[in-house]
């Protein structure tokens, strides 16, 4: 049986609310069908507007095989391209990030403009035409200061992600913040076991003492039911909305994304060890409440996100092999607060850092137990683990969805 029909038979016949089998988290083709139905294919969250402020700035990721630049225009507009260059394929850009006013092919200088044409190539011979060898483009949107980028020649539909999440993005404005701090860490785990821990809070109270300092562990703050239905979530959305901030549970109907508001315990305003704010200056002055909890926003498979009052936290999921996940956290701070003065650095990503060092221990020894050949998939709690069945039910009929649609296509054409 090739490899399309069994992994499309195992997960039509999985058991549903059962973790997956042993080959969907350490088998390299399945990771490489992982990466061709969904990676390849669909919206990747890649970082943030105010990480290129300026004309000429720009940041690179690696996406699977691909290399990407993410730069800056002349005209303002955000655009990503696929950093190979057209002339024998050397990257582009080899830094992570930096600013030129044009991209200049370490190798042999060809250089391309910022809107990816190319501009000069030396001695090619009178026949050669730049215009057909400009920079490849790869789809780019920009939403509430989050840039998305797809590496498909044809795009999904990317209106209604931007319907959904606008509209509670939007008042926090961060397109203008700035980048306080940022860490890769990788996990040594596939990148779902990275998307089922941040799935649920049944782990948090015995692994996350400092986060459980002010992130409540309640199932229906952290997962997919039951937060209308719980007074306290439905008093702060009152108060939330009526200042102007849209704050209920959304979720699209595919279930690839999602935004809400949460409150945190208490009193608690940020995730420091005091619940207070870490930074003085409020992230943006269209924010008219404080205690206004924190908006979630998830997107898979590359991002899950708090923004609170004071400061704004993403991360970033990036596969990097069947069984190594790179995990980008950045802090985002109003660009106006100065760091000793307005924040602690220390202060403001302390939290953050203990849990997502704690949660790639935890991750990490999951993968080890799944190695073994006695690992079988376990039953998931109900009451806590409801957003795990929820990105696994997701992950399963994107997938199934994917392969049945390849291999129709496939049989139209014989
Ligand atoms: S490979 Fe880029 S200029 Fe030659
Ligand atoms: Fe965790």
């Known amino acids: 049986m090739d490899l399309h029909s069994s992994v499309l038979r195992q997960l039509k016949s999985r058991r ?3 973790s997956l089998a042993q080959p969907f988290y350490i088998d390299p083709d399945y990771f490489k069908l992982d990466m ?54 050397h990257r582009v850009c080899t830094s992570d990030r930096g600013a030129s ?17 190319l501009v000069f190539a030396r001695q090619m011979g009178e026949t050669f035409d730049k215009s057909e060898f400009g920079l490849k483009a790869v ?28 509209p509670y993005l939007k008042p926090h404005r961060l397109w203008e913040a700035k ?10 785990g596939n990148w779902k076991l990275v998307w089922e821990n941040n799935r649920e809070c049944y782990h948090c109270a015995g692994n996350h003492p400092e986060l459980c300092r002010t992130y ?28 102007g901030l849209p704050s209920e549970f959304r979720m699209d109907p595919t279930g690839q994304f ?49 923004i609170l009052g004071d400061h704004a936290i993403s991360f970033r999921v990036l596969p990097l092999s069947a069984e190594e996940t790179a995990v980008t956290t950045t802090w985002l701070v109003n660009k106006d607060a ?35 050949p006695a690992y079988e998939p376990g039953p998931y709690s109900l009451e806590h683990e409801g957003g795990v069945m929820q990105f696994v039910e997701w992950y399963s009929n994107f997938m199934v969805n994917r392969l049945q649609g390849d291999k129709a296509r496939l049989s139209a054409v014989a």
């Open 16 to 18: 549903e609310g059962f």
């Open 36 to 89: 061709e139905m969904i990676w390849y294919r669909d919206w990747l969250f890649i970082g943030h507007d105010c990480e290129v402020p300026r004309a000429g700035n720009y940041f690179t990721a690696q996406i699977g095989d691909y290399p990407v630049v993410v730069v800056r225009g002349k005209d303002g507009a955000i655009r990503a391209f696929h950093n190979t260059c057209r002339h024998r394929g």
């Open 101 to 117: 006013a044009k991209l200049v092919c370490p190798y042999h200088q060809w250089t391309y403009d910022l809107d990816g044409s």
């Open 139 to 166: 789809h780019c949107e920009s939403v509430g200061g989050y840039v998305f980028v797809c590496l498909a020649d044809e795009a999904p539909d990317f209106a209604s992600v931007r319907a959904t999440i606008e």
């Open 179 to 188: 980048v306080a701090h940022r860490s890769t860490i990788i996990e040594k």
């Open 216 to 243: 409540p562990e309640a199932p229906t703050a952290t997962g997919v039911q039951g937060a209308k239905d719980d007074p306290f979530i439905a008093a702060h959305w009152a108060r939330c909305e009526a200042a």
């Open 258 to 306: 999602r935004t809400a508001r949460m409150p945190l315990i208490q009193e608690a305003e940020s995730y420091t060890l005091s619940g207070k704010p870490a930074v003085r200056r409020p992230l943006s002055a269209d924010v008219p409440i404080s205690h206004a909890g924190t908006m979630l926003l998830f997107h898979y498979p590359t991002t899950w996100n708090h």
């Open 338 to 372: 100065v760091e000793g003065v307005d924040y602690d650095l220390d202060e403001l990503t302390h939290v953050w850092t203990m849990t997502n060092d704690q949660d790639r221990a935890i991750v990490e020894e999951n993968a080890f137990g799944i190695r073994s």
